[in-house]
């Protein structure tokens, strides 16, 4: 039996994530950091007019410049700087002058043998990223650098390894990145997944790119270590590739997690490698080993010149920052008023919903019905079209209790497909208000229909009143065409038990 | 037929005003070249048949009343590091053989659109490094004064062909000397531009901070016509210079009444042949002449010049050398696999000396050595930045020999890559400093071949050296003037 | 023989640039290497602390081009130029080693 398997885990509240040890009752924790690269939304590449365009016919969107052909050149894009410094500025970092540097290995998907990249002085440090639980991760850089091409391995596996040779589309190569480092400031496999679900907002906010995981617009590596709870030190990290959804983020985490502790456990040391996650297997395996430590002769890029944005520059993209998540959420509690922490405002943020029940919130609608709808109702296309007006009046005829949760649903599903009031389509759908002596009449009838069963529910046990309620309560909504309010006659039978009691 | 004018100058106005043919003047080049190319071997490639379909498009325009602009009909040769689209670009290396851009360099654009008229690919040591041309892949090039010995690297085919008359006016590259080093050694005017003034867009890279494209010829006017042509800022290079291509035919004629020109001390003792330093002491005394004043100057870190070059240079080679891995163009070696095949294909299609300036280029950029040699080259860099700018506080030109001998014979220093580097002395600090420098033919050594003054100017000097090279070029002995 | 280049660094920065060395061509080079090195040494020698390296001549900064699409090459003028081509792209031998 592996020591992995003598160890249980429980999530604790909040943001750790502990491995405890039923050998020697050692508790463990992970940390993580996260590495990722997306590609910036830019119409062009970073150092030549080709497109930056994804999925097109191979080796189209090429020139001399994206081949690395003799001779050719590279002249950096002013919109991958602004979009650079825009997301080094949500992030929280300071802006600072930077120079491009050569890292040289080869590669057959690099075109020059050697990366432009930014090394020793990139363009964005010493910033944060707050998730919504309120964790601050510290981000120590984000810079700029080329992409490579993509190799298709043919013959074998269709794999790298095994295949009998490759095939080379420079499509994506020089198209403009920002790495992201991260602290290793994350505790949990879910923290990890909110990171990049936050970073996400911030790339899609601030325009700076797409963000499409499964386009590999934007892609995760992950540093993992562990060690023992209150233990100072970090442990030795493996760097994780090969991520290529928030899923295989969370279970890649956990796994190699599990691994590290097993390895610890049992007195063994954690080598510091690359290691690729195997969705299928549910497992990291090692990289292929190398015979010595890579030597990158990094250098400043000799055909650039430096950038210094300055004052002025860094100030007009200050100006020009968009709302960011974590404001907007702020904005959004504070008009609902909740907590912004709430799911719902999570929601309504990442789904671009947040203007929209501003709005609605502003013309009189109740807050926390509002998000109610944007968390649960309106997770559909063209849900930011709603005209909020009719948003408000919707809620405030449920809140009246003019209309029923159920009803409240249906007519925001016709709002959406028809654009009209909510007031004529509940009109047209006859969903019409219900008199309350109105209903308590329909329920006495039924009670008196069924004396068998209201005296059980009268004198029955919890749980046995619990059957019997829905029962009647659905006996009701089948006498009103699903119009009654299930809480309203919730009240009445109630009301009425404890007047027979 | 009547006397062909055999400067640019002569022949773009000739051919502007319609006193001859561009086709009359091609013809009478093609027919020198196929004279004594067999011996010389200035080429890779003549481009004979496109070079007479220019020419005639030249003349169709003018018999259309069309100007073809400043160069009009004026045969140019191109180094063959300068792309050319579909036409075969080598860099005199086995690697790139066969291989045809898709796209022109811009000075390959600005002199066609100037109305010149490309004759042929020049030969080089293999990727521009090289004294002598003698590390070309395609053979050596000889010095048309004397076909014993070399004509100079790395553009020793640029020189030869305008010493030897196959085009008035050819384009080189000068990263440490390889264009003013090879114009002294075949007796012709040659010009390294301030780094920045002429785009490097299509110059087959050596070492980027360092490498310019300049002109030959066997007049200064000619190379102020052909400066004119290709300077200029290009958006195309990002270490282009923002700013319009300086005058220079305009100022020729301003003399050099009230310069101060100064001789730099180092770089005239050890090391120079003593008629080499003759010479420039003979050029010094009639730039006095010609109303110039003239004083020693030091230029302390220029001693550090050498070792500092050949760190940087070969540091930036060895990345951009790294492109040829017979995965997109040019040789391929095949192997299993993709590392061994770029390892095959890099071992035969590079030679000897590019083997050798890339190692030295990896070691000195590779983790435990950076701080210690290319870091350090750095500083040095700085610190011959900073003497040159004290030199020029009290000098407006700094004047030296160009090379420290006169040509030698071939197999002389091929073995022996330190001494070969030695010649590059005089040229390397002002590539350092990104600073213009040019060479100006001075009379003959000792030995009967031509020598070179160097006269060296601060960034975009380029019209105050001009006039001094003119003031040189007039007061220039002949070859055949014996040494005193 | 230089004291400051080594036969083994002179192999190791021969793989580096993936160059391959017979045993005579690595005894040569290590002799010429070392020569240019200790040629050097004037340099590497200089207590150079205080003075800030220079990359690059110019002082330019902020060469900006505007985000525009242009013209892009003909792919069969590209791949003509190629050693091996199948399928539209660039083919070349087995990859064994790992991207970084």
Known sequence: MSAVENLTHQPVEGEHFTITSEATGDVWEIVVGLEVHCELATATKLFCSCPNMFGDEPNTNVCPVCLGLPGSLPVLNRNVVELAMRLGRALHCSVEPSVFARKNYFYPDMPKDYQVSQFDRPINVDGWLDLPDGTRVGIERAHIEEDTGKNTHAGGSGRIHGADYSLVDYNRAGVPLVEIVGRPHIRHPEQAKTYIDELRAILLATGASDAKMEEGSLRVDANVSVRRVGDPELGRRCEIKNLNSLRSLGRAIEYEARRQVDLLESGEVVKQETRHWDEGAGRTRPGRSKEEAEDYRYFQEPDLVPLDPGADWIAAIDGAMPALPAARRDTLAAAAGVAPTETAVVVAVQRDLDQLALAAIAAGGDGSRVLLHVEHNLAVEGAESLDPAHFAQLVTMEVAGQLTATQAKTVLGDMLESGKAPDAIAAERGFEAMDSSELEGIVDGIIAESPDEWADYCGGDDKRRGKLQGFFVGKVMKATKGQADGKAVNAILDARRTAAG | ?484 | MSESLTRDDVAKVAHLARLELTDAELDTYTEQLGAVLDHAADVAALDLADVPPTAHPLPLVNVLRDDVIGPTVDREEVLSQAPAVEDRRFRVPAILGEEP
């Open chain 2, 1 to 484: 037929m009547a006397e062909l004018p055999t400067t640019a100058v002569e022949i773009a106005a000739a051919v502007r005003s319609g006193q001859v043919t561009a086709v009359e003047v091609l013809d009478a080049h093609l027919a020198a070249i196929d004279a004594r190319e067999g011996e010389i071997n200035a080429f890779n490639l003549v481009l004979a048949d496109e070079a007479r379909a220019a020419a005639a498009a030249v003349d169709a325009r003018i018999a259309a009343g069309d100007d073809p602009g400043p160069l009009a009909g004026v045969p140019l040769a191109l180094k063959d590091n300068l792309c050319t689209r579909g036409v075969p670009t080598t860099c005199s290396s086995r690697i790139l053989e066969g291989w045809r851009p898709p796209y022109d360099a811009t000075v390959v654009q600005r002199v066609a659109a100037a109305g010149a008229v490309a004759v042929g690919k020049t030969n080089l040591d293999e990727f521009a490094m090289g004294s002598s041309t003698e590390n070309s892949a395609f053979g050596p090039t000889r010095n048309p004064r004397d076909t014993a010995r070399v004509p100079g690297g790395s553009s020793g085919g640029s020189a030869a062909a305008v010493a030897a008359g196959f085009a008035p006016i050819s384009l080189g590259s000068d990263t440490g000397g390889s264009i003013r080093q090879p114009a002294a050694l075949c007796g012709v005017v040659g010009v390294k531009p301030t780094y920045g003034l002429v785009s490097r867009y299509g110059l087959v890279a050596f070492a980027s901070s360092l490498d310019q494209i300049g002109p030959f010829s066997t007049t200064v006017a000619d190379s102020a016509l052909l400066l004119e042509a290709v300077a200029g800022h290009d958006p195309l290079d990002s270490t282009s210079i923002d700013q319009a291509a300086p005058s220079l035919l305009d100022v020729l004629d301003r003399g050099v009444e009230g310069l101060r020109i100064g001789l730099v001390t180092e770089l005239m003792g050890e090391g120079i042949a003593p008629d080499v330093a003759a010479r420039v002491r003979q050029a010094a005394a009639a730039l006095e002449a010609a109303g110039a004043t003239v004083g020693e100057v030091s230029v302390p870190a220029t001693s550090y010049g050498l070792s500092a070059y050949y760190l940087i240079a070969p540091a930036e080679a060895s990345s951009n050398l790294a492109r040829y891995d017979g995965v997109r163009y040019g040789l391929r070696v095949d192997a299993p696999t993709t590392a061994e095949m770029n390892a095959a294909t890099r071992t035969a299609g590079f030679g000897d000396e590019v083997k050798r300036r890339i190692m030295l280029g990896t070691y000195a950029l590779s983790a435990g050595y950076y701080d210690a040699y290319y870091g350090k080259a750095l500083k040095v860099r700085t610190l011959i930045m900073r003497d040159f700018e004290a030199a020029y506080e009290h000098f407006d030109l700094l004047l030296s020999p160009t090379s420290p001998t006169t040509a030698f014979r071939f197999g002389e220093k091929v073995d022996d890559p330190l001494s070969m580097y030695l010649n590059d002395i005089c040229t390397i600090p002002t590539n350092l400093a990104g600073h213009p420098a040019m060479s100006v033919p001075f009379g003959a050594g000792a030995d009967g071949m031509p020598v070179g003054v160097q006269l060296m100017a601060p960034a975009l000097g380029e019209a105050t050296m001009f006039r001094a090279a003119a003031s040189l070029e007039a007061a220039a002995p002949s070859l055949e003037e014996a040494f005193a």
